[in-house]
């Protein structure tokens, strides 16, 4: 299995976003991408059953066309902490479905995109969190860089977690979430010295029929691979 596994300093960090624009970056160089969105906790019914908008947006990223139980096989309607919404439905997060779901979904492109959930110890349920998902999947890891106050810190802690459980960590992507930030090119600047991965783009707010492909270092990326 190929691919990339995308987590986040925090919630609402902008990891879909970047996820999209590494998926249009990833597709312009030539590449077929496969998109995994393993759990999403925040959904509405519809006739096709519960839908996640992230996991939508990944699916269009890519081309459109997938089967959406495989690229979302645990959604649930409240927008909370996955474990949390999870025990509500009555359902347990299994990292052999995922990891089957996975490998499917693999096998019908050159990368895997993985979308997680909230940040890197997120708990998905009883005894499995992102970490443990990730470690499963084997895949390297991007880190999505919330820029704002604090980013510093998060990041660093994030960093240092996701190399201390053995998976690779490919590189981070800064999403400017917050267009007040103070400093934010001193911030920058800073997490280039002290994160030990390369920059692998610097996502800012982007216009609606923009996909923010061209702010994403692929060569830089391709290496990582």
């Known amino acids: 299995?190929?691919?990339?596994?995308?987590?986040?300093?925090?919630?609402?960090?902008?990891?879909?976003?970047?996820?999209?624009?590494?998926?249009?970056?990833?597709?312009?160089?030539?590449?077929?991408?496969?998109?995994?969105?393993?759990?999403?906790?925040?959904?509405?019914?519809?006739?096709?059953?519960?839908?996640?908008?992230?996991?939508?947006?990944?699916?269009?990223?890519?081309?459109?066309?997938?089967?959406?139980?495989?690229?979302?096989?645990?959604?649930?309607?409240?927008?909370?902490?996955?474990?949390?919404?999870?025990?509500?439905?009555?359902?347990?997060?299994?990292?052999?479905?995922?990891r089957g779901a996975a490998e499917q979904l693999a096998a019908q492109a050159d990368l895997l995109l993985v979308e997680g959930a909230g940040g890197w110890l997120v708990p998905l349920g009883p005894g499995i969190n992102i970490e443990d998902l990730a470690l499963a999947l084997g895949l390297p890891v991007v880190l999505v860089v919330g820029l704002r106050l604090g980013c510093l810190n998060h990041a660093q802690l994030s960093a240092d977690r996701i190399r201390r459980s053995g998976v690779g960590l490919a590189g981070w992507i800064g999403s400017m979430v917050d267009p007040a930030m103070q400093r934010r090119e001193d911030n920058i600047a800073s997490l280039r010295d002290l994160l030990p991965a390369p920059c692998l783009g610097l996502l800012p707010p982007l216009a609606p029929d923009e996909t923010g492909a061209q702010h994403i270092a692929i060569e830089t990326l391709e290496a990582a691979l």
């Open 1 to 98: 299995m190929k691919g990339l596994f995308l987590t986040g300093t925090d919630t609402d960090c902008g990891k879909t976003r970047v996820a999209v624009a590494l998926a249009h970056a990833l597709r312009a160089a030539g590449y077929q991408v496969a998109p995994f969105k393993p759990v999403a906790a925040g959904a509405e019914r519809t006739p096709a059953g519960l839908r996640n908008a992230d996991a939508e947006a990944l699916i269009a990223a890519c081309g459109g066309g997938w089967d959406y139980g495989l690229v979302n096989p645990y959604c649930f309607v409240p927008p909370v902490s996955p474990h949390l919404a999870a025990a509500e439905a009555g359902q347990i997060v299994d990292a052999s479905v995922l």
